[in-house]
């Protein structure tokens, strides 16, 4: 306590309100190919309809991607996306001549672009992918508004004089941008307008009323969905006093003499050179998913693959699930292996299953569903890792993550017009054996998860889902909590403190039937003079899981009238 030189009260507090706090187990985080959006960025998506908004619709070559995607999003609203594309994508541009690039993200944008790029025109699109040949850009100001400009009529008035311009005695310094569809690509219906940007500002330090940059190249790099600016044009310069940043300080001024001769030609280009390649590589999406491997930046728990290829899987499994050892993957077989395949299915699933890693951190299911695709009016056949993740999502906002994610009550696959390959009681025993957990249809009842092994490939506590998310749970939990321990002394009060904290967690945990008992051991036995001379502080935990069931028997018994129960046993 505080030293005091003369009498008096000295209040204090001590805060031994802790508690072990809750983890997320359901926030999913998934990498795949898309049409548009961020390139190894992580995008959190929280419905079908952002996941549009965000990546654009699904077309033939990335469907799979995007339903993996849509489809978790049934059952849960956190999915941290990344696109990954190939090396060969590139974003659109406006100069006709110039070589594109790839613009990968925001990040590489204010690198690299921020400050212009004559190569790449006046705009660039915001995201590789041929949707951006589709943008078309205009511009005007007053000179061009009065002179009749086709896209007038999205406007409510002509740009004239900034109020911030005329305070300084200029004038003439604002603009309206214009974003157009030109071929349809994004709406459906060629030149609907996409984006407005109204009294924007040439000059580069204008302002709006409420304080915040009027200059159209800032304006439009943070509003618009579509375009980055990369360049001045040629057009919109006419005065040789005015320098290409349009208002950068002349003397003392910044606008006096500056804007008043300045006039904007009839500016509209249209975007080019955008290449999609929507068939990323298996190093590219290896690439994509590598970001997750930060545990401490991304708080994510399920990882489904989408269609993924044995090395990508593993890469997942080896580099990410066992290094964070708080996340699990999820995988579906190859298609041909699952698809127009009759008779050979099983077979060839075990034999896919044989060249995965053995862990308990993943989960493979049996194959691919049928699903309608409202965008393009056709079928597919989508992977079923979606799901599969989706349904442990669901399991945590219905019961806990410690339940298993199988069966009827927890299991139904949604959005199913058929199953590519329902197996049989025997091709499921098969299956099962190998820990691939078998997706079925059953009549009547439905679409239904009916395993909840993992990959771990030894008989195990750990072999089942349920058990490794619980301690998952546990773990990450607790593991939290006991970073306050750091820099404590290591002496019995801090051991108690410590039991007192985790013990009444654990009973929470047991009280809604996640384990069936515990004990946590944290005293001088495994904190010896050795032990606190390291610096070091132990604590052994020891946990009895609770199983699910996976097999009942049921025994009818026939007996006769004049026999008692007792006398056969019951």
């Known amino acids: 306590m505080a030293f005091q030189l003369s009498p008096g009260v000295l209040v204090t507090e001590k805060d031994f309100t802790s508690v072990v706090p809750q983890v997320g187990t359901s926030a999913g985080a998934f990498a795949g190919a898309f049409q548009w959006g961020p390139v190894n960025q992580v995008v959190t998506i929280g419905s079908e309809n952002e996941l549009v908004e965000r990546f654009g619709k699904p077309n033939d070559t990335v469907f799979a991607s995007f339903f993996t995607a849509a489809n978790f999003l049934q059952y849960g609203n956190n999915l941290q ?14 100069n006709t001549n110039g070589t594109a690039v790839l613009v990968s993200n925001e990040d590489a944008y ?49 740009p004239t004089t900034s ?23 994004w709406t459906g219906t060629a030149n609907t307008v996409l984006e407005r940007f109204s009294f924007v500002s040439k000059a580069s330090d204008g302002k709006r009323p409420d304080g915040t940059s009027a200059y159209y190249k800032d304006v439009v790099n943070i509003q618009s969905k579509y375009i980055y600016w990369t360049g001045h044009s040629s057009n919109v310069v006419a005065s040789s006093a005015t320098i290409a940043a349009f208002g950068s300080v002349v003397g003392s ?13 009839l500016t509209t280009v249209s975007l080019n050179g955008g290449v999609s390649n929507d068939s ?25 693959m989408g269609i993924a290829t044995t090395a990508t899987i593993n890469f997942a499994i080896s580099s990410i699930a066992e290094v964070r050892k708080d996340m699990v993957v999820f995988a579906s077989p190859e298609l041909a292996d699952a698809v127009n395949n009759a008779g050979n299915e099983a077979t060839d699933i075990v034999a896919f299953r044989n060249t995965l890693t053995n862990s308990s951190y993943a989960f493979l299911d049996s194959g691919y ?28 906002f219905v019961a806990d993550p410690w339940y298993s994610i199988a069966g009827f009550n927890r299991g139904q696959i949604k959005n199913v017009v058929k199953l590519s390959y329902s197996p049989s009681k ?18 009547g009842q439905g679409v239904a998860l009916f395993g909840d092994k993992t990959l771990l ?16 749970v546990l773990e990450k939990a607790i593991a939290t909590a006991a970073k306050f321990q750091l820099f404590e002394f290591n002496d019995g009060f801090t051991r108690a403190q410590f039991k007192n904290l985790v013990e009444p967690f654990l009973r929470d945990v047991q009280g809604r039937r996640g384990v069936t008992d515990f004990k946590v051991v944290c005293d001088e036995s495994n904190n010896t003079g050795e032990v606190i001379d390291r610096n070091e502080f132990v604590a052994d935990i020891y946990i009895k899981p609770a199983r699910a069931i996976n097999f009942i028997q049921l025994n009818f018994i026939a007996t006769r009238t004049g026999i008692s129960f007792e006398e056969v046993g019951a």
Do not use: C
Request: aromatic share 10%.
């Open 110 to 158: 204010d690198s690299t672009y921020s400050a212009g790029n004559a190569a790449l025109g006046e705009w660039t699109a915001k995201y590789p992918g041929a949707l951006g040949n589709s943008l078309k850009v205009a511009i005007a100001d007053a000179n061009i508004w009065a002179s009749g400009w086709t896209y007038a009529n999205n406007f409510d008035g002509a």
């Open 253 to 265: 001024l910044p606008y006096q003499n500056l804007l008043s001769n300045v006039s904007v030609a």
């Open 369 to 396: 569903k049928y699903q309608y695709d409202r965008y393009n009016d056709v079928y597919r056949y989508v992977p079923l890792n979606g799901d599969t993740a989706g349904l442990a999502a669901r399991t945590d």
């Open 457 to 472: 490939g030894k008989p195990s506590a750990f072999d089942r889902i349920n058990v490794r998310r619980l301690f998952i």
């Open 426 to 443: 025997t091709d499921r025993d098969t299956l099962y054996k190998s820990a691939v957990n078998p997706v079925a249809a059953f009549p």
């Open 280 to 304: 990323p590589a298996a190093g590219n999406i290896q690439t994509s998913l590598a970001i997750f491997a930060n545990d401490e930046q991304y708080d994510v728990a399920l990882m489904p």
């Open 81 to 94: 996306v990344v696109r990954a594309v190939g090396s060969t994508a590139r974003n659109a541009k406006s």
């Open 163 to 185: 109020t911030y311009a005329a305070n300084t005695g200029a004038s003439n310094d604002e603009m309206h941008v214009i974003v157009i569809d030109e071929d349809g690509l």
